[in-house]
């Protein structure tokens, strides 16, 4: 364990006045929750929102109702995505499709995914990855016309936007996450946003089936945050960066993660979330227009993007692998993010035997993410930069 300043990928404010507020969560119970839907509501102009335990809760739950309304079976997604998406669909009882990505973008490959659809597509899931908004206007094209659904994993994007209008309201159901690193936090959370009443309906059938959390779940989450909240600043995260069995940064696939619903306690530690939404919203694109404006490698760009991490694409998997090892030993808070397509999951490879997606391959092999959160210093910023520019 190496005691020094080290930079965590992913970070979201905090504050203790939020977390000790989650207290008068626990004793007003279902209305608080009920008044945090009732201005997530109002803040995305949604008709319909659901708060549920987490953003692969919020997934699995969707799919599960959409599973009501239509007899097809299949979703499809990005070959490159968070493991969780896949992890969700398979809780559903619903089968993973893959379409590949381009590597420029980070988004669908479009071509491959006009012949991917087909009479037993139920959705299409855009990811947004790392708040890059998918081109929904072309995904809405594809699929309206085939009596397919639009489900925006916008888990990585809130609070950002595509042609003016909020990410998560545009498909025809979409999602948040609230879970560390995202752009704000309670520790774990998410929730469901839609304009639809039909969709409403059957997502309420399923949502009226899940439990609250119990006071010592509460509790346990409670002595988590604030550990979260002691050590996510750099001086300190050497610490638990440091315990090899906390797994920080391993990407798992599973799907016995637990269902339930938003907790009082969850809602009283979002009491401030529009503000610090908004704070982590301008952190996130300065560091990111920083970083693009600085960097000599391969950049998804956009214009005033809030970025999640900025993924950065390195011309060799050795050059990557050099930057990566050499960032953990300065304590640069570069990562690798999820280390392989969705096709080569060891739980669900099996599924997807003869079928190649090279693109997403690439990306896993070649992609670092650069930490542009708010606890980034302009020292940090000129010394990430320094290491990226000088192995490029």
């Known amino acids: 364990m190496k005691v020094q300043r080290t930079i965590p990928p992913a970070a979201a404010p905090l504050y203790w006045r939020d977390l000790f507020c989650g207290f008068g969560g626990i004793f007003s119970g279902e209305k608080s929750v009920q008044n945090f839907e009732a201005e997530i509501k109002e803040y995305f102009g949604v008709q319909y929102v659901f708060a549920v335990s987490s953003g692969k ?13 239509s007899s097809k079976n299949e979703v499809l997604i990005p070959a490159y995505t968070c493991f969780s998406v896949p992890s969700a669909i398979v809780k559903a009882g619903l089968k993973v499709k893959l ?12 071509k491959m995914l006009e012949k991917r659809v087909n009479e ?3 959705c299409v899931v855009p990811n ?17 016309v085939r009596g397919i659904y639009v489900v925006e994993d916008a888990a990585q994007a809130m609070g950002g936007v595509y042609k003016g209008n909020k990410l998560g309201t545009i498909g025809d159901v979409g999602f948040f996450s609230f879970g560390r690193g995202k752009n704000i936090t309670c520790g774990s959370g998410g929730v469901i946003l839609t304009h639809s009443q039909q969709i409403a309906s059957a997502i309420e059938k399923e949502y009226s089936g899940l439990e609250r959390p119990t006071f010592l779940e509460n509790m346990k989450e409670f002595v988590s945050l604030v550990m979260m909240k002691i050590f996510i600043y750099p001086a300190l995260f050497w610490f638990p ?14 799907t016995d993660f637990p269902m339930k619903r938003f907790s009082g306690i969850k809602s009283g530690w979002m009491r401030k979330w529009k503000e610090r939404l908004e704070r982590s919203k301008q952190d996130r694109a300065e560091n990111g227009a920083y970083f693009i404006k600085s960097l000599r490698a391969g950049i998804p760009r956009g214009n005033d993007i809030p970025y999640l991490r900025l993924p950065i694409v390195i011309e ?10 050499l960032s953990r030993e300065r ?17 669900i490879k099996a599924d997807f035997k003869g079928e190649a997606f090279p693109s997403a391959k690439e990306i896993a092999e070649k992609l670092l993410t650069v930490p542009v959160h708010a606890l980034v210093s302009d020292r940090d910023k000129r010394a ?9």
């Open 57 to 69: 809760a919020a997934l699995a739950l969707i799919l599960r109702a959409l599973k009501t309304l």
């Open 99 to 110: 379409c590949d990505i381009d590597p420029a973008t980070l988004d669908f490959d479009y």
């Open 120 to 122: 037993n597509t139920l």
């Open 128 to 144: 947004h990855l790392f708040g890059i908004p998918s081109d929904l206007d072309r995904i809405q094209s594809l699929c309206r």
């Open 241 to 254: 960066n440091g315990l090899p069995f906390l797994k920080l940064g391993e990407t798992f696939f599973y």
């Open 316 to 325: 060799t998997v050795e050059k990557r692998n050099r930057i990566y090892s």
């Open 331 to 347: 304590g640069l808070g570069l990562s690798v993010m999820y280390p392989t397509a969705v096709n080569e999951i060891e739980e």
């Open 384 to 392: 990430i930069t320094e290491l990226v520019n000088s192995h490029c």
